[in-house]
C-alpha cells in the first residue's frame, strides 16, 4: 500500500513530504509486525505451537486497560492525523494505491 496526492494536488511540497511520512510509517509498522501477523496466519489450521508462538510474539496487542498505543503505532497515528489536519486547512487529500 501506498499513499500519493490526489493528481490535483500532486505539486504541493506538503502533500509529498506527508505521503513520505505515511509510507515509512506504515512501512515499519508491518517490518515490526510481520512475525507476528505470519503466527497469526499459521493459526488457521495450525497447531497448539502456532498459538503459542502468536501469543509470543504479538503479547503487546493483547487487551489491557491500558489506553496507550503500543510505539510501533504511534508514527502511523501521527502521518494520519498530519494528513487530516492538512486536509482540514487545504482541502488536499491523499490517495492510497494497493500495489
Known sequence: MQFRP????????ECQAIACELNEAFAEAYEQTSVGADALYGLIGGTEQDAERAD?????????ADSRL?????????????SYEHAART???MKRFIE
Not at 6 to 13: P, Q
Not at 56 to 64: P, V
Open 70 to 82: 503500543p510505539a510501533r503505532v504511534r508514527p502511523v497515528r501521527a502521518a494520519i492525523w498530519r
Open 91 to 93: 482541502g488536499h487529500r
Open 6 to 13: 490526489t493528481e490535483e494536488n500532486y505539486s504541493c511540497a
Open 56 to 64: 509470543e510474539l504479538i503479547g503487546g496487542y493483547k487487551i489491557s
